[in-house]
């Protein structure tokens, strides 16, 4: 088992409609959740980042965190072409460590 | 100038050839690492260090070496290249506040 899973897409949704985006990690011990945004040639982009669980919202994007489940997702409301990219679910296994275990990502497009 | 510079941006070699990539930063940041990304999968940590005499290897640590020359300087070295060694490699920078990674823009490495 991949110490941190994403759905394996690809997923396709209108513009405007909600685009949900699910992570899944192995280590219950998990502290540090963050999502990031990679367009295509460029390099990750950090867009969301969540410790507590709950729903964290910036703008468009809410980062839910449940570690009872050891899920974690990323909801883009009012989607937009310009959210076509592929997201990046990591994981921050050890507290304070630093590094991160990432997923394989997720690519969306938004069509118009 | 972007807070995190790596250098060459893209790179051609031939097996069995010694490369080192480059990575500098602006941010004042203790913590540095080096992943490479293939095709279709997330990124894998390669090494990282937290502060100049501090190196630690991640999960796919053989065939490369690092070398942290300053605390702004951190170098990822193939010490004879192979084809599978063929990928983007990111250099990428942290504050011990957990709040996730700073990106350099990539080095697309080719052997051949």
């Known amino acids: 088992q991949k110490e941190v899973e994403q759905n394996s897409g690809p997923l396709s949704v209108p513009e405007g409609a909600i685009a949900s985006l699910n992570c899944t990690y192995s280590?219950?011990?998990?502290?540090?959740f963050f999502w990031y945004r990679q367009y295509s040639g460029k390099s990750p982009e950090l867009i969301m980042f969540i410790y507590s669980n709950g729903d964290k919202e910036d703008g468009r994007f809410t980062a839910q965190l449940n570690k009872a489940s050891q899920y974690v997702s990323l909801l883009i409301r009012d989607s937009q072409p310009s959210d076509s990219a592929t997201y990046l679910c990591a994981v921050n296994i050890e507290a304070n460590a630093g590094k991160s275990t990432f997923g394989d990502g997720t690519t969306l497009t938004v069509k118009p | 100038d972007a807070d995190v510079t790596q250098t060459p941006r893209n790179r051609i070699t031939k097996t069995g050839k010694r490369i080192m990539l480059e990575c500098s930063q602006t941010?004042?940041?203790?913590?540095m690492y080096w992943y490479r990304q293939d095709p279709g999968l997330g990124l894998r940590l390669i090494y990282y260090?937290?502060?100049?005499?501090?190196?630690n290897k991640g999960e796919i640590s053989d065939g490369y070496s690092v070398s942290r020359q300053a605390q702004a300087k951190f170098s990822l070295s193939l010490e004879s290249a192979i084809p599978n060694q063929t990928a983007l490699y990111f250099c990428?920078?942290?504050?011990?506040?957990?709040?996730?990674?700073?990106f350099g823009s990539g080095t697309r490495l080719t052997v051949v």
């Open positions: 280590d219950r011990g998990s502290q540090s």
């Open positions: 941010k004042g940041h203790d913590r």
């Open positions: 260090s937290f502060d100049v005499k501090d190196i």
């Open positions: 990428a920078t942290s504050d011990p506040d957990r709040v996730g990674y700073t």
